[in-house]
């Protein structure tokens, strides 16, 4: 049997609404925290709100956290997640992301992957989101990830490094080879953590798959497109993105999905700035 998870990333992806559509398809937030809490990482905290976006019951996520402006290189990080001891389907997801977004940043800034210096994906925020994604993919007993075609915004963001272009030069790079499409909107849609996400984990890409779908869970953003966009407000609703999973007994072919899929349940599990 195979647990299939699709995201739905027609308003992007990043980090926070990723954990934030597993904690809403069912994935338990305390078992999530449980699980975070593994890390030596003190000083933050999870907070979770159920919110509407569009008229759509969502979930949104916030990591709050006492840190500032502390830099992590890609080794510290890998170290934080091998000291954690995490289960390994998680430490092993959560590893092969940083791995994904320290090749792309060593490539944009010239120098090796193990000497990278991550400024937003090295916050604590987005530590958290990654692992925190991880684990809600394990809590549900996701096998699989496939992802549809990824929306990307336009114009301009500030960060760490000055101003950027939208999508930024590491959400490109993660995504080179994956269906991206640009919608005129002036927020940042997809983020390197949310890019990084996919690149790592995503087996395909596609229409939802043929599958009896079990659980579905919308992650909401921090606000609406009307309030991020600039310089003048858009008539776009808001931006929640939905997870679906299925269990087959066929996993589905890469990157086109399989004509149909067999199903049957498994046991349920229980119950800033910048995006990350």
Sequence with gaps: MTTLAWFHCFAGIAGDMAMASLIDAGADVDEVRNLLELLPLPGWSLDV???????????????????????????????????????ERVRARAQAVFAALAEVEGRLHRRPAEQVHFHEVGGVDAIVDIVGTCAALELLDVDEVRASPIATGTGMFRSSHGLLPNPAPAVVELLRGAPVYGRDVSAELTTPTGAALLASLATGYGPLPA??????????????????????????????????????????????????????????????SRRS
């Design 49 to 87: 709100e159920a919110v509407l976006r569009g008229g759509i019951a969502a979930t949104h996520v916030s990591v709050k956290t006492e840190e500032t402006a502390v830099v992590r290189t890609y080794s510290h990080i890998t170290g934080l997640v091998e000291e954690a001891r995490l289960p």
């Design 211 to 272: 599958m009896a779908i079990e659980a579905t869970g919308f992650g909401a953003p921090r606000s609406s497109w009307a309030r991020r966009s600039t310089p003048r407000p858009t008539p776009r609703p808001a931006s929640p993105w939905c997870c679906s999973r299925s269990t087959s007994t066929t996993p589905p072919a890469r990157p086109s999905p399989t004509p149909s899929m067999r199903c049957s349940p498994p046991a349920r599990t229980t119950r800033g």
